[in-house]
């Protein structure tokens, strides 16, 4: 054995370093590939000479951004908070959901059929009638659209998760006369991690949909689909791109933060990918 | 448990820690009932090594979950230490080793070895305490922080060894452990294990495919036959108590393989002729 341990533990200490390295190492194609694109659409631009109403330089956009930077962060902000409300709500509803659910384990699987059918049904379609009961400037009616549109992928993941279990575990457990409360809480719920921040990944890209389609539908002057709208309708189509390019920004966010949080929920998961 | 020698020197008489009584399994699957064990009577005494050993389909596999209560034999009586199986299961007798270490990749080395003792609800310092003491009698000390997936196959199975030793349970049931390592770590694994066998004193009952590694590990061998699974025959391992390397070259070892060999050989030809 020692043969063993004198060959893998300087490879295991350098592996600390390597991660890091090849992270940068991964980051680097697609930001090279972001800014060719730009650089291409730019000149597109420029040399077909496409008038701004129908597509408007990269360059011009960020322009309008850096002009009107005190309307587009003030109305981000309206729609930030509408944002990590649907994702906060629809989150939890969900996993609460996938626990009760993975409680009725034989009923799980029609249950989950059930909520797939559910969940193909246009839910941004609700949100007129959503003004209609919470009234279109509470922030409410943006974040019960966004919500339910971020439940369905963490329920049914989440209760995927919790459901699948190693039979090794599994009778590892049952050897050991572990009780029901013990197998979720050692193998169910670390199990299911993996499977939850699957769904907060789609759950993030969702509710900025969510919220920015509800606002089209009116409310709050003052959000970025409201002004993706109304600036669309007045021709002001650079301010529409500037409101567009920070709606995309803000989604980004979103989903790096559901990253954060994986790797900090589950910092094995993280090593293993990378070996 | 345990009678010293009477005074007259004659055969000592010990109660079995495992009895099994007229054992039969009988599986219902979509092609008919399938009897993977039959009848089996077997004694196993306190402090053996006892292999089971037999082609496949012979019911070894079956025949080990059923000792450890993972199934419900169809017909039969099993006791451990003059208790059910379900009531020494719920005592917390068995240890179990799998031929996956199936170890938990959200947890450390050591606090794999700890699951057991936390299932048990001892506290956190004598469960590291204990956790400890495992990582060494198995030498892994120096991974104690370690994740699972940074070990090599031979490795983690000494991990899941020592979980399994962790509550010093009375009985070890192991299902091929070494069943996946290679030859050199098996051959290094089978002295591991015979050190550790015979520092605790458990009884074990070790399934495996490996004419040589039960007569090197064993004090007794069940030879199995299969459809329906039946014990062929009932061997005495004639090698002294203590074995090393030098034990795998030794005439006396020769002859107790033979014997194995021999013995499953018949059992194999008779399976091909009734085929």
């Known amino acids: ?275 | 448990m345990t009678t010293s020698p009477t005074d007259t020197g004659v055969a000592t008489t010990t109660a079995p820690a495992i009895s099994l009584r007229g054992v039969s399994k009988v599986f219902s699957t979509s092609s008919g009932p399938v009897h993977a064990l039959d009848d089996i009577t077997l004694d196993i005494e306190p402090g053996s090594f006892v292999s089971l050993i037999g082609p496949s389909g012979c019911g070894k596999s079956t025949l080990l979950r059923v000792i450890g209560d993972l199934i419900d034999p169809s017909e039969g009586v099993v006791e451990v230490h003059g208790r059910s199986a379900a009531a020494a299961r719920k005592a917390r007798d068995y240890g179990m080793v799998f031929q996956q270490a199936g170890l938990m990749d959200w947890r450390t080395v050591r606090r794999n070895i700890e699951l057991p003792l936390q299932v048990q609800g001892v506290g956190r310092d004598e469960r590291r305490a204990k956790a400890r003491q495992m990582l060494k009698l198995v030498k892994l000390e120096q991974f104690e922080h370690h994740r699972p997936r940074q070990l090599s196959g031979g490795m983690q199975q000494r991990v899941a060894i020592a979980r399994a030793l962790s509550f010093q349970p009375r009985v070890l049931l192991m299902d091929e452990p070494l069943g996946a390592l290679d030859e050199m770590t098996r051959e290094h694994m089978q002295r591991e294990l015979l050190g550790i066998y015979q520092a605790t004193g458990t009884t074990v009952v070790f399934v495996t495919h490996s004419v040589s590694e039960a007569t090197f590990l064993s004090t007794d061998v069940i030879v199995m036959s299969p459809r329906p699974g039946r014990i062929a025959e009932h061997l005495k391992i004639d090698l002294p108590a203590y074995r090393n390397d030098e034990t795998r070259i030794s005439e006396q070892y020769f002859a107790e393989e033979a014997k194995v060999r021999a013995s499953l050989h018949s059992v194999l030809d008779e399976s091909r002729r009734a085929a």
């Open chain 1, 1 to 275: 054995m020692t043969a063993t341990t004198a060959i893998s533990l300087p490879a295991l200490r350098g592996a600390g370093a390597a991660t890091t390295r090849s992270a940068l190492a991964q980051a680097v194609p697609p930001l090279v590939v972001g800014a060719l694109a730009l650089v291409a659409w730019e000149a597109l631009v420029r040399v077909l000479s496409i008038p701004a109403f129908l597509l408007p330089a990269p360059s011009a956009i960020v322009a309008t951004l850096v002009t009107d930077v005190g309307l587009i962060l003030s109305a981000a902000q309206v729609t930030t908070a509408a944002v990590l409300g649907g994702m906060a709500l629809g989150s939890i509803a969900g996993i609460v959901a996938a626990f009760v659910v993975s409680l009725f384990e034989r009923a799980a699987s029609t249950i989950l059929v059930l909520v797939a059918i559910l969940s193909c049904a246009p839910v941004v379609a609700l949100a007129p009638i959503f003004n209609q009961w919470f009234g279109a400037s509470n922030l409410m009616s943006k974040i019960a659209v966004a919500g339910i549109m971020v439940f369905f992928p963490v329920m049914v993941n989440t209760t995927r998760g919790l459901l699948r279990v190693d039979p090794l575990h599994r009778e590892l457990m049952l050897s050991l006369s572990a009780s029901p409360l013990q197998l979720m809480l050692f193998v169910r719920i670390p199990g299911a991690l993996p499977a939850l921040f699957d769904g907060l990944k789609i759950g993030a890209t969702l509710s900025v949909i969510g919220i920015i389609v509800a606002e089209y539908f009116g409310g709050t002057a003052n959000a970025l689909g409201v002004l993706i709208a109304n600036t669309a309708a007045l021709s002001q189509f650079e301010q529409t791109w500037a409101a567009v390019a920070a709606a995309s920004a803000l989604g980004l966010a979103l989903y790096a933060l559901v990253l954060l949080l994986e790797r900090v929920a589950m910092p094995w998961h993280h090593a293993m990918n990378r070996t």
